[in-house]
């Protein structure tokens, strides 16, 4: 599912896109506006991978907007003038949609624009909003950035490639269920470590990528853990030798 959002200064041209992201069964419109600095707050805030942008805005037009997006998202251009056309393409949008915008030529670009972001691998970066330890602050985690989980009794610490760990009003034994699947496993009763990140088990400790901790894998947890490991295993199959 692709989330996105609209900015253009006319209701209407709101109301005929909304209906159109509705027809759309990989899009999921998250935010619609008339004011580009709602927008703004609205990509800072919301996972958002495509924008409906009007070219013809008082105050800013679309063309400077895209500037202030520093990439955050993808772009299809609206409007009712053909001539900025060339000049959208030339600020990398995945597409120009021309007023009034019938649905069959929006479903094409909206079609492009999931090929687009399927490519690139943005749409399938999830993540998670933790409580920490600041009362009323939730903190945003990828997924894809978490290196291993370290339980605290009533906390846990989120270890995080390049930025600094983050602690979070949460019991170990939960957060497991949640995070279950082929990126995570629980090796230790107080630790959950992110598979990708492995690179070398040497007996009872696991050592990964961005850390100099080792991290030791629980007697109770090693079979599973081992098990799955063993399917990555590549060895000689039997009578073969290298110098075969």
């Known amino acids: 599912m692709i989330n996105c959002i609209i900015l253009d200064d006319e209701e209407h041209a709101i109301e005929l896109l ?19 600095i709602e927008a ?11 924008l409906f942008l009007d070219i013809q805005m008082p105050g ?4 400077e907007f895209i500037q202030l997006l520093n990439g955050k998202c993808r772009v299809i251009l609206t409007t009712a003038f053909r001539e900025y056309a060339l000049e959208g393409f030339d600020n990398n949008v995945v597409d120009y949609l021309l007023k009034p915008i019938i649905f069959s030529r929006f479903f094409k670009a909206a079609q492009r624009a999931q090929d687009i972001i399927l490519a690139s691998g943005k749409d399938t970066e999830d993540f998670i909003l933790v409580k920490t330890e600041y009362k009323g602050k939730l903190m945003r985690i990828k ?7 370290e339980g605290m009794r009533k906390y846990v610490r989120f270890h995080i490639r390049d930025a600094e760990p983050i602690t979070a009003l949460l019991n170990i034994g939960g957060l497991e269920g949640r995070l279950a699947g082929d990126r995570f496993v629980r090796i ?7 598979i990708p990140f492995i690179t ?22 090693r079979d599973v853990f081992m098990g799955q490991m063993r399917e990555k295993v590549i060895t000689n199959k039997p009578g073969n030798s290298a110098a075969d």
């Open 40 to 50: 703004l707050e609205l990509l800072n805030s919301v996972d958002v991978q495509l």
């Open 60 to 63: 800013m037009t679309g063309l």
């Open 143 to 149: 997924l894809n950035d978490i290196i291993y989980i």
């Open 200 to 221: 070398m088990i040497n007996g009872n400790m696991v050592y990964l990528e961005f850390t100099k901790e080792k991290i030791p894998i629980g007697q109770s947890y």
């Open 188 to 194: 230790h009763k107080s630790f959950i470590i992110a």
């Open 18 to 36: 909304t209906l159109h992201i509705e027809q759309t069964p990989f899009l999921k419109l998250v935010g619609a506006t008339t004011d580009p």
